[in-house]
T-cell receptor, first 109, second 113 residues
Framework: AQRVTQPEKLLSVFKGAPVELKCNYS??????LFWYVQYSRQRLQLLLR??SRESIKGFTADLNKGETSFHLKKPFAQEEDSAMYYC???????????FGGGTRLMVKP | NAGVMQNPRHLVRRRGQEARLRCSPM?????VYWYRQLPEEGLKFMVY????????ESGMPKERFSAEFPKEGPSILRIQQVVRGDSAAYFC???????????FGSGTRLTVV
């Protein structure tokens, strides 16, 4: 069975500091991984997916199959990055997502 | 395109009542997914539906919960005889197809008193 773990419930950093939100997964097949973000009072929205290897709002995430990780990084945090971040894994069949428990990022001025 | 619409946004039910949660997918999307988020936890998959078909309900509790996605109208998640433990945020998402990305709705927050 697949599992996604986000070890930190809360991450607090100062504006301009680097940010790394951790995500580890367990899955026997070839995973497809995503980061979703939920800003205050807004719906969950896709931030990025590993297969597109893109940078969105300055965030990047690299799939490390050896360490089974998909950490989300940004070199300089902004106050508007404050939100809940969820890592998710899509398994082969059916398009269902397995979510981690989420990390609340707070960026202080 | 209004996106995925869920209503109501907030629903309060007494123990033993029925709760009906509605989800209208994005225009052109025929696949609907329901997720539940308990307090302090991540989203957990419940059920995946296409028009008139349940594709996967492996995350759905065996009793009191049911879901449908009729040919016309929204998808409905129905919880009979609600209990306090059903209090949660219920999110719906839709996609064009089985390998397409999701668009989420804003969720329905169910409180059982």
């Amino acid at each position: 069975a697949q599992r996604v773990t986000q070890p930190e419930k809360l991450l607090s950093v100062f504006k301009g500091a680097p940010v790394e939100l951790k995500c580890n997964y367990s899955y026997s097949g070839s995973p497809e991984l995503f980061w979703y973000v939920q800003y205050s009072r807004q719906r969950l929205q896709l931030l990025l997916r590993h297969i597109s290897r893109e940078s969105i709002k300055g965030f990047t995430a690299d799939l490390n199959k050896g360490e089974t990780s998909f950490h989300l990084k940004k070199p300089f945090a902004q106050e508007e990055d404050s939100a809940m971040y969820y890592c998710a894994l899509r398994s082969g069949a059916g398009n269902m997502l397995t979510f981690g428990g989420g990390t609340r990022l707070m960026v202080k001025p | 395109n209004a996106g995925v619409m869920q209503n109501p946004r907030h629903l309060v039910r007494r123990r033993g009542q029925e709760a009906r949660l509605r989800c209208s997918p994005m225009k052109g999307h025929s696949h609907v997914y329901w997720y539940r988020q308990l307090p302090e936890e991540g989203l957990k998959f419940m059920v995946y539906l296409q028009k008139e078909n349940i594709i996967d309900e492996s995350g759905m509790p065996k009793e009191r919960f049911s879901a449908e996605f009729p040919k016309e109208g929204p998808s409905i998640l129905r919880i009979q005889q609600v209990v306090r433990g059903d209090s949660a945020a219920y999110f719906c998402a839709s996609s064009e197809g089985a390998s397409y990305g999701y668009t989420f709705g804003s969720g329905t927050r169910l409180t059982v008193v």
